[in-house]
Nanobody, 118 residues
Framework: QVNLAESGGGLVQAGGSLRLSCVAS????????MGWFRQCPGKEREFVAR????????SYADSVKGRFTISRDIAKNTVYLQMNSLEAEDTAVYYC???????????WGRGTQVTVSS
């Protein structure tokens, strides 16, 4: 079991920045990838970014490339999502997830709301 707790969401003006954090606890040794996803009302959840827990390899959705940066602090069991140049379209609930194999996100946090005002 891996428990995930997101924080750092809030209300920000377009063009501003936020940094989300996700602290993992429990059997963190089984983490293979950590990812961030988001979901807008009435839309399906979509992939935002992921990072390999051991090697730090990253991948991003095209919509956030160049604006968002995912990173992790293994000692703190924490993954971050630095979000710059925020746009109204980035408004969503952001979820942290842990994958034990490629593409298999078995554990999810409860989400944190990000609202970007235009």
């Amino acid at each position: 079991q891996v428990n995930l707790a997101e924080s750092g969401g809030g209300l920000v003006q377009a063009g501003g920045s936020l940094r989300l954090s996700c602290v993992a606890s429990g059997r963190t040794s089984i983490n293979y990838y950590m990812g961030w996803f988001r979901q807008c009302p009435g839309k399906e959840r979509e992939f935002v970014a992921r990072i390999s827990w051991s090697g730090g390899r990253t991948s991003y959705a095209d919509s956030v490339k160049g604006r968002f940066t995912i990173s992790r602090d293994i000692a703190k069991n924490t993954v971050y999502l630095q979000m710059n140049s925020l746009e109204a379209e980035d408004t969503a609930v952001y979820y942290c997830a842990s994958a034990q194999t490629m593409g298999n996100y078995g554990f999810w946090g409860r989400g944190t709301q990000v609202t970007v005002s235009s």
